[in-house]
């Protein structure tokens, strides 16, 4: 009988001192473990009989028992105190002064891109969007594109199974906008987008790039109208400093085709390496639509005609900014994006 009195004022002697959950549960697993002192108390019952051994046995339940009873009083006490410290400890302090936040800025070509549709919409334009992925109708065929020509080879073009393409210019949509139309009622609409081609990324070609397609079919449209646009987009766009003019080119998709070129920002006209010399710098292409384009989609060119428009946002945002690579509009460089601010 001492010895179990023995044991159990050990314990909570022991029990006493520890004062973390860590400590009391060391204590627990000294003294309620299967090799532990009441352990071995239990197996000196063996020697006992009758009387002594219940008697026996009930003291070393009841002092156990109690030992047992403290220590998870202690031990839930001693949880739920570390709990609260912790708690205390993370408590956010909202007085202190934040990390900032690095400013995010947009893209200098949807900068462009924003100005380009904000100038024709004020002109009357609606917004009509094509598709990145385009049928091969769409992006040559319907546009008067015969088989045999060059821009439809895969070296130009990214193919892709069942007859697609990734468009590889923005008057894909002229297509679907005469279509959706059903051959009847005018049409004065821009097609903003990426365009993509089978290009090596240098100084002045990306593989993808942004071209607004711009496409005006009614009764009576005529080449003077596509200057007359065209003139009033260049000076709001690049002021009336920046002169621009006509060249004649050709389409298959137009007829006549012109070539709208911007007297370089780099070097106000006189030449350099970023117009190449010329003092000028193209940023569309332009012309009356071909007949065979508005029949293939459904109007009638001896009622209608119309003109219509590609221009590169990339060239756009490169003369106005004075961006000397093109593959940084693409390259996602933050220094080279933090220089562009939304006014
Ligand atoms: N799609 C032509 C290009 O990518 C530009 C263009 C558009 C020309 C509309 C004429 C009319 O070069």
């Known amino acids: 009988m001492e010895e179990i009195e023995k044991t159990l004022l050990a314990g909570l002697e022991e029990l006493e001192k520890a004062s973390s959950s860590r400590e009391i549960i060391e204590v627990k697993n000294r003294y309620l473990a299967k090799k532990g002192p009441f352990a071995a108390l239990y197996k000196e ?25 403290k220590l998870e009083k202690k031990l839930l006490a001693a949880l739920s105190k570390e709990e609260n410290e912790r ?48 049928t091969v109708d769409y992006n040559f065929t319907l546009l008067n594109i015969p088989s045999e020509h060059p821009s439809r080879d895969p070296s130009d073009t990214f193919y892709l199974p069942k007859d697609g393409v990734l468009r590889t210019q923005t008057s894909a949509a002229q297509g679907r906008v005469m279509q959706a139309k059903g051959g009847k009622g005018a049409i004065k609409v821009i097609s903003p987008g990426k365009c993509y ?31 007359g646009t065209l003139e009033i987009f260049a000076k709001k766009m690049f002021g009336e400093k920046r002169e ?34 010329t003092g000028w710098i193209e940023i569309l292409g332009a012309g009356e639509v071909h007949p065979n384009v508005l029949r293939m989609n459904g109007y009638d060119p ?14 756009v945002a490169i003369l106005r900014y004075g961006i000397d690579d093109i ?12 220089a562009f601010k939304e006014e």
């Not at 995010?104 to 002109?123: A, C, K, Q, R, W």
């Not at 001896?302 to 060239?315: E, H, L, N, T």
């Open 45 to 69: 019952l063996g020697k006992l009989s009758g009387n002594e051994k219940a008697a026996f046995g009930k003291a070393i339940n009841e002092a156990r028992g109690e030992l047992s009873e």
């Open 87 to 134: 708690l205390l400890k993370e408590k956010i302090d909202i007085s202190l002064p934040g990390t900032s936040l690095e400013e995010g800025h947009t893209n200098p070509f949807y900068l462009i891109l924003d100005e380009i549709v904000d100038i024709f919409v004020s002109m009357g334009y609606d917004v009509v969007e094509g598709e990145d992925v385009e």
């Open 197 to 227: 081609r089978r290009d090596e990324d240098d100084l002045t070609h990306s593989h993808q790039f942004g071209q607004v397609e711009g496409l005006v079919v009614d009764k009576g449209v005529s080449l003077a109208e596509l200057k």
């Open 244 to 277: 621009i003019r006509f060249r004649s080119s050709y389409f298959p998709f137009t007829e006549p085709s012109v070539e709208v070129d911007v007297s370089c920002a780099n070097c106000g006209g006189k030449g350099c390496s970023m117009c190449k010399g």
């Open 302 to 315: 001896s009622v209608y005609s119309g003109f219509a428009f590609g221009v590169g946002i990339d060239r």
């Open 327 to 338: 593959r940084r509009i693409y390259a996602n460089d933050k220094r080279f994006l933090s």
